[in-house]
């Protein structure tokens, strides 16, 4: 079955660590995104990639890093300058048409990753 | 910016009711509409997407209407039941950089049995 993973479920870190969170799809999608989700709130995009070896940053990037060496992974590393690392990690991808069919993919999430850092 | 806000935000009725939850955005200029469930602790399953050039989708029991101009989405849930319950959010794609979704802050539906 197609989809995408996350990897750990779950994760705990010490403060003044980096972490990196995994997510792998075999959807052959062309784009794929990192999101935070915090308790009551919606999802604050971190990166996103359109494309091998090239990404951009989302509304809060500070903080993160991504790496995007090959179509099916999209791995983010948190890194100790995140202020607030503790949340819920979602990866998600999607595919990309061109011209006027360029937005028109749904978006498929991934189970997500609770990170906990103490 | 666009903004996107879900109303209300917390709802909860008896089985077999019929529902309607409601998304509303800043700025018309969007791609597409995308409607999502989600389950406490985990990721967002797809429920209806909306191209900029339709009016509406149906899924099941579930419809979903768009109307750009005045910036509003809504999610009808006909018959609901206590599997419905979960998180409903829905995120708009940005016409003017055709990756970036914004979402809004979900409706937590409860449908008691």
């Known amino acids: 079955d197609g989809g995408i993973t996350q990897s750990p479920k779950y994760l705990f870190r010490k403060e003044g660590q980096n972490v990196t969170l995994s997510c792998e799809q075999n959807?052959?999608?062309?784009?794929m995104y990192w999101y935070r989700q915090d308790p009551g709130q919606g999802l604050r995009l971190i990166y996103y990639?359109?494309?091998?070896?090239?990404?951009q940053k989302g509304d809060i990037a500070e903080g993160y890093s991504v790496s995007r060496e090959k179509k099916e992974s999209f791995p983010l590393t948190v890194t100790s300058a995140q202020k607030n690392p503790t949340a819920f990690y979602l990866c998600?991808?999607?595919?990309?048409?061109?011209?006027?069919?360029?937005?028109?993919?749904?978006?498929?999430f991934g189970n997500g990753t609770r990170l906990t850092v103490t | 910016k666009q903004e996107v806000t879900q109303i209300p935000a917390a709802l909860s009725v008896p089985e077999g009711e019929n529902l309607v939850l409601n998304c509303s955005f800043t700025?018309?200029?969007?791609?597409?509409l995308q409607w999502f469930r989600q389950d406490p602790g985990k990721g967002l399953t797809s429920l209806l997407l909306?191209?900029?050039?339709?009016r509406e989708q149906t899924s099941g029991r579930l419809n979903a209407s768009l109307d750009k101009s005045s910036g509003r989405s809504t999610l009808y849930i006909a018959a609901s039941q206590p599997g419905d319950s979960a998180t409903y959010l829905c995120?708009?794609?940005?016409?003017?950089?055709?990756?970036?979704?914004?979402f809004g802050e979900g409706t937590q539906l409860t449908v008691n049995p």
């Open positions: 998600a991808s999607s595919a990309t048409g061109t011209g006027a069919n360029r937005g028109g993919s749904p978006l498929h």
């Open positions: 959807l052959n999608h062309d784009a």
């Open positions: 990639s359109q494309i091998v070896n090239d990404f």
């Open positions: 700025d018309s200029a969007i791609y597409n």
């Open positions: 909306i191209q900029s050039s339709q």
């Open positions: 995120a708009v794609r940005l016409g003017t950089s055709g990756s970036r979704l914004t």
